[in-house]
C-alpha cells in the first residue's frame, strides 16, 4: 500500500489518513448447551487488531438463552470502552412478525450523570441465539460509534 503526501500551495505537508473503520467489527460467535440445562455464549468483537470478549452463563430456557447471549455481547462492548460508560441489559423479547424471527434487544447506558435507553432490533432467521447479540450491538452501535470518534 502506497502513501501519497500532499504539499499545499502555504507550504504545510498533508498526510491523507486511510479510511477509518467506525464500528467494532463481530468476530465470533459461539453457544453451548450441557446436558444439565446450563448454557455458556461467548462473542469476540474486534477493533484495531485487538480482540474484546465476553462470556455469559445461565439456566438454558427458550428465552433464557436470547439473554445469555446477548449479555455476553454485552460484556464484550463494556470490556472495550472499559469504564467510559457502564451498560445494563434491560430486556430481550423473541417476535415472530412477517414470517421472521426478530429480536429486540433493550439497554440502559450510563455516561458520566447521562443514562439513555437503547433499543436494538436483527432479522433472526437463522441462529436466534445469535441475533439476539446482534441486536444488543446494534442497539450499541450509535453510542459506540460516538465513542470511537473520540479517539
Known amino acids: 500500500m502506497s502513501l501519497s503526501i500532499h504539499e499545499r500551495p502555504s507550504g504545510e505537508t498533508v498526510i491523507p ?45 427458550p428465552l ?29 423479547k423473541h417476535v415472530r412478525a412477517f414470517d421472521s424471527n426478530l429480536l429486540i434487544v433493550s439497554v440502559s447506558v450510563r455516561e458520566h450523570e447521562t443514562i439513555t435507553r437503547l433499543v436494538g432490533c436483527y432479522l433472526a432467521d437463522g441462529d436466534a441465539r445469535r441475533g439476539a447479540a446482534m441486536a444488543l450491538l446494534h442497539a450499541t452501535n450509535r453510542v459506540l460509534g460516538n465513542y470511537i470518534a473520540t479517539f
Do not use: N
Open 17 to 61: 489518513l486511510g479510511p477509518r473503520r467506525e464500528r467494532l467489527r463481530f468476530a465470533q460467535f459461539a453457544f453451548t448447551r450441557t446436558p444439565s440445562g446450563h448454557c455458556t455464549a461467548e462473542v469476540s468483537l474486534e477493533w484495531d487488531q485487538t480482540m474484546y470478549v465476553g462470556k455469559a452463563t445461565g439456566q438454558s430456557s
Open 64 to 92: 433464557g438463552d436470547f439473554r445469555i447471549a446477548a449479555e455476553a455481547a454485552l460484556y464484550a462492548v463494556q470490556d472495550f470502552v472499559k469504564d467510559a460508560m457502564h451498560f445494563e441489559l434491560l430486556g430481550v
